[in-house]
């Protein structure tokens, strides 16, 4: 997310109307709920959880201990316990 001047983007009527609720402070408009974007849909972050979540499920399959995985994906032990069920789920269905 930019930061916009509002002088560039707003009509006077609407800036100065605004200046009377926020006079030089910061103002967050949300998007209309129709335009809203779920997480990771902007950038690839679902698409790399997803395949490092496979990676993790396939070295546990393969014999690598939770340490092990932890260890190599810097994440907690707890962590690679859920993901492994979580993706071991996927399978047993």
């Known amino acids: 997310m930019s930061y916009l001047k509002a002088e560039t983007v707003l009509p006077q009527e ?3 109307l605004i200046q009377e609720y926020i006079d030089g402070g910061y103002l967050y408009i949300p998007r209309k709920s129709n335009n809203r974007k779920s ?3 902007k950038t690839n972050s679902k698409l790399w959880i997803k395949k490092r979540n496979a990676e993790i499920y396939t ?5 690598l201990k939770i340490t ?4 190599q ?3 907690s032990e707890k962590s690679i316990q859920r ?3 979580q993706e071991k789920k996927k399978y047993i269905k």
């Open 14 to 16: 609407v800036l100065e």
């Open 39 to 41: 997480w990771g849909e």
């Open 59 to 63: 070295g546990y399959i393969n014999g």
């Open 68 to 71: 092990e995985l932890a260890d």
């Open 73 to 75: 994906y810097f994440l």
């Open 83 to 85: 993901i492994v069920l």
